[in-house]
Every structure is written in C-alpha cells, then in structure tokens.
C-alpha cells in the first residue's frame, strides 16, 4: 500500500487520499488563511473531573491549548440546583485551573434550555422570572469576572426549523418573558461585568439545505432586532459541531459571517468537531474526510472575518459528547477530534494549526 503522507495530503499532495476522495481532494485546494499573522487563541472544551487528576489528559491541555471552557460545571443546573442553593465546586476548579495555568477561560452557559434545574418550573410569572434570571447572572458573572473574559450569554435560542428571529426555543424564560428574556440576559451580563465579551452561541448554521438556510436568515433576524434595540451584544459563535455527512454551504455560511461584521460583530469557532458515524470505517480516510469537512468550515468563515477564537468541543477522542447519540453502527469507537484517543494528533489538528496561524 502507497505510504500516507497525512500533511501532504492535506495540503494538496496527491496521496492514497487522491484516489480514495478526488472531490474531497478538489475541495482542499482552496485557501484557509485568516489573513491575519497574529495566531487565533485555540481550545477545547474540559471535563472538570479529568483537570489534574487524568494526566495525560491534563498534559494535552496544557500543550495544546491557551483556552478552555467547560464542558459541564457552569450550567444553570450545576451551578444553580436549588432556588436557594448555588453550587460553585467545578466551577471553581476550572477556574483556579484555568488561572494557575495562564489560560484563558470561556464561559459556556448562562442560559440555556438543555438542562435546568426542576426548581424553575415553579417560577409563574414575568416579573419573578425576570428577577431569577437576572440574580443567577449577576451572581456567576461577578464571580468569574476575573478569569472569564468571554460568555456564552444564551445558548441556542433558535428552534431547529427557525426561519425568523422570532421562531424561539421554548424554556422557561421564553415561557414567562417571551422574546425579551434574551435582551434581558444580555443586559444584565453587560451591567455585571461590562468588559466581558457577549456571545450568542448557535449550531445548525452552516450546512447546505433549507432547514439551514432557515437557520441562518433566522439567526440574522434575531441579531439584527437585538441590536436595533441596543441591546449590548459582541459576538457570534458557530458551535461548528460539522456532520461528517452534510456539506458546509460555502457562500451561505460566508455571507452570514460578512453580515455579521457588517453588523460590528466578532466571530468565535466554540465547539468544533465532526460528527463520523457516518464516514468510512478506514480510519486514515476517515480522519481526512473530518479535517477537510471542517477545513471546508473554517476556511468559509475565515474568507470572510477573522476568527476572535477557535475552541473544539473536547481535545481528544477519549473524551467526546458524540457517541451519546451518533454511535457507529459499525461499532467503531468515534473520532470526533484533534487528538485520537491515545493522544496522538489527527488532520484535523493540522487544520486548526493552519487556521490558527494563517498559513
Ligand atoms: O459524568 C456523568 C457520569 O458520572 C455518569 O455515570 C453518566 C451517566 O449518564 O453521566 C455523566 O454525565 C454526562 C456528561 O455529559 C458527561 O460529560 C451527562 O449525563 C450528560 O447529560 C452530559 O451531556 C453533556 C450535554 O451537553 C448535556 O449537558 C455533554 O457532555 C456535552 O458535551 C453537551 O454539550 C453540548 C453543549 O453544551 C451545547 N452544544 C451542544 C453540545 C453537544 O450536545
């Protein structure tokens, strides 16, 4: 068998990859430079009970990134179980971490429907959810104000079929304060820490299809209405969670990120990875074809706005959400990341290497 020259593959070689993927190949000859020489600060999201107790996991960390955020540890129900009750102990380790080490810290998530705490579904009405959202604002950003520089403020907002700004998840701040929930959230992380950087934080933008062209023009909407309103609002952030098999919609994804900068925001890459149950079980093919899709991605944005941050959603394949709902049916364990699961790196650190440094 021809010897496998990852790199020169990736950056255009004619190795075994040729034969085996000639579009995929195609699509890697287009550029992916930021334009920028200054390199991006990279990341990945850390399971708090991994940060110096599991060391190698701890070594990759420290040796591949200058950021971090948590994967679990600073959700609504982490951090706020009881109405009475905060609870700070991940949090807090992630954030000591984080300092120790001189890295930066994001935080993901002030709001978020995915996991709340059973004790909010007794607040009832406008003016007690608005006051409750609010107190768990101000009480965790004043508290990691000085090691998080950058918020998650709301989490997926947009309902999958969103196709307006006003086509909302539903939970239970949207139940009691309608659309007003998000400028409120944002306002209060502003009045909290008014340095911070504000994020609203999306999946499902990027892909070609009209669910996803939905997506998009919904998420323009939603932003445009928030800043008309003067809502304080700095940044986007493409969770970027690519699908080994659905396309990244080049011109649409680009021309989102322009009418953002447009609009005088930042744009952030905030959990990168590639979902592979559907790739090929060839492990080398595979590990291509999730470094070009999100090649295809980065590059996209990059055309158009540089990126403030890039953070992947766990740094090596040991550790990842995606066998939680997209095992392989071949019974293949999953290889979402940049690092596999014995820590070696993979092309798709290649890629965030080139994006990262604009080469
Ligand atoms: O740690 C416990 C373990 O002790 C226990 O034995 C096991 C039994 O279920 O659960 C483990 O916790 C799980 C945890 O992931 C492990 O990291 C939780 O049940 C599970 O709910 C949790 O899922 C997280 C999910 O969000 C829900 O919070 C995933 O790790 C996390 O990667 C995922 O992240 C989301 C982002 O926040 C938002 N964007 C999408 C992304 C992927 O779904």
Known sequence: MATFSRRETLLGGAGVL??????????????????????????????????GSDADYTRA?????????????????????????FRFDEADRVSAFALANGLGLRGHTLVWYGVMPPWTEEISSAAEAER??????????????????????????????????SDLRPLIWQRRLGADYIAIALRAARATDPSAELVLNEYDIEFVGDRFRGKRAAFCELVHTLLDQGVPLDAIGL?????????????????????????????????????????????????????LRAKDFLAAIAAEAPLSALLAWGISDRFTW??????????LP????????????????????RVRYGV
């Open 18 to 51: 040729g034969a085996l993927a000639g579009n995929a190949l195609a699509r890697s000859q287009s550029p992916i430079s930021s334009g920028t020489h200054s390199p991006i600060p990279f990341g990945a999201a850390v399971r708090p009970a991994l940060l």
């Open 61 to 85: 960390i420290l040796t591949y990134c200058n950021q971090i955020v948590a994967e679990g540890g600073f959700l609504f129900v982490d951090l706020h179980p009881q109405r009475k009750e």
């Open 132 to 165: 409750e959202l609010e107190r768990h604002i101000e009480t965790v950003v004043s508290r990691y104000g000085s090691s998080i520089r950058s918020w998650n403020v709301v989490n997926e907002a947009l309902r999958d079929d969103a196709k307006r700004g």
């Open 239 to 291: 969770q970027g969670h690519l699908k080994g098999d659905l396309d990244i919609d080049k011109e649409g994804l680009g021309a989102f990120v322009s009418e953002m900068r447009k609009a005088g925001l930042k744009i952030l890459v905030t959990e990168l990875d590639v979902v592979d149950n559907q790739l090929p079980a060839d492990l080398r093919m595979r590990d291509v074809e999730v470094a």
């Open 322 to 331: 995606v066998p939680m709902y997209f095992k392989r049916s071949d019974g």
């Open 334 to 353: 999953n290889r979402p990341l940049p690092l596999d699961a014995e820590y070696k790196p993979k092309p798709l650190m290649q890629i965030v290497d």
